[in-house]
């Protein structure tokens, strides 16, 4: 199966659905983009990007929410928190003080700080 994202005008996700591979081939038998976004816009209507199940292009498979971002040609997340920032190369959201690696945490954003999150025992 191919997945293909539809883009509203902002180039927010508004969709994903699969396609069968068969009606992504062009002429010469091989997957083509072009080809698979005709057969979206012929059935659904829209604007339609492909997007990966499994990662291999275009940074991660996108959901709805995510935003096509076109100058780096991936998918980010929605936006976290406010004070988070968009990491340009990576495509994805880091927040201004690095997770702490020895004990689990949860951002709090009022605070602008990781907090250690407390296991409870029995």
């Keep these: 199966m191919a997945h293909f994202a539809e883009l509203s005008n902002e180039n927010l996700v508004l969709r994903v659905v ?3 591979n068969a009606e992504c081939l ?18 659904f209507g829209g604007r339609w990007v492909q ?5 291999n292009f275009r940074k991660r498979y996108a959901g709805v929410g995510f935003t096509y971002y076109e100058q780096r ?3 980010i997340p929605p936006k976290p928190y ?9 495509c994805n959201w880091v927040p201004p003080v690095p997770v702490p690696t020895h004990a689990p945490h949860v951002w709090d954003e009022s605070a602008a700080a990781w907090v250690q999150v407390q296991i409870a025992t029995h």
């Design 18 to 20: 699969a396609v069968n």
């Design 73 to 75: 040609d991936a998918f």
């Design 82 to 90: 406010a004070s988070w920032s968009l990491d340009e190369i990576a």
């Design 51 to 55: 997007t990966s199940y499994n990662n």
């Design 26 to 43: 062009c002429d010469q038998g091989t997957e083509d983009e072009s080809v698979g976004q005709s057969f979206c816009v012929a059935h």
